[in-house]
Structures are given as C-alpha cells and as structure tokens.
C-alpha cells in the first residue's frame, strides 16, 4: 500500500528543510494542468510538492508504472481508505 501526500497534507511525516524524500521525478502533464514533483519519502509514502489539478477530469487516481505514458504495465495507485491524516 502507498500513501500520498500533497504539499501542506503530509501531517503524520511532514518534510524537513528543503529535504522532502527521494526524488521520483515531475508528473507528466496529459490533460486537466496536471503540476507537481513526487519524491519517496519511504517505502509506502509518496511526497507530491506543488500538485495541480484542475477539477473537471471525470475521474482523478495516480497511474504508476515504468512506461512514458499509461498502459497497462502500468497500475493505479489504491487510495489509503485507512490513512488517518486528513
């Protein structure tokens, strides 16, 4: 299971200084202004600084995977119906 968390909603491990985790890379932008750069705070913890999104997509998840663009090598990120964070 992954956690996400967006710039100022990380309460259980907020980043220190200017360090906010490994950096995984900037989210690619398809549709809907998509913005932000995500960064492995651990093994199931996903930092995501500066996210954008528009709102008016159909249906919103994270799409993971090792390919340029989504396909099915790739799989959607579950949301963490137990985090306890918000």
């Given at each position: 299971?992954?956690?996400?968390?967006?710039?100022?909603?990380?309460?259980?491990?907020?980043?220190?200084?200017?360090?906010?985790?490994?950096?995984?890379?900037t989210?690619?932008?398809y549709?809907?202004?998509?913005?932000?750069?995500?960064?492995?705070?651990?093994?199931?913890?996903?930092?995501?600084?500066?996210?954008?999104?528009?709102?008016?997509?159909?249906d919103?998840?994270?799409?993971?995977?090792?390919?340029?663009?989504?396909?099915?090598?790739?799989?959607?990120?579950?949301?963490?119906?137990?985090?306890?964070?918000?």
């Amino acid at each position: 299971m992954f956690f996400i968390c967006f710039s100022g909603e990380c309460r259980n491990r907020p980043p220190t200084g200017n360090y906010y985790g490994r950096l995984i890379g900037t989210l690619q932008e398809y549709a809907h202004g998509i913005r932000g750069t995500a960064y492995a705070v651990d093994e199931s913890t996903i930092f995501v600084k500066g996210f954008s999104y528009d709102g008016t997509g159909p249906d919103a998840f994270f799409w993971v995977g090792n390919t340029p663009r989504p396909s099915p090598e790739g799989y959607i990120l579950p949301y963490p119906e137990e985090f306890s964070g918000r």
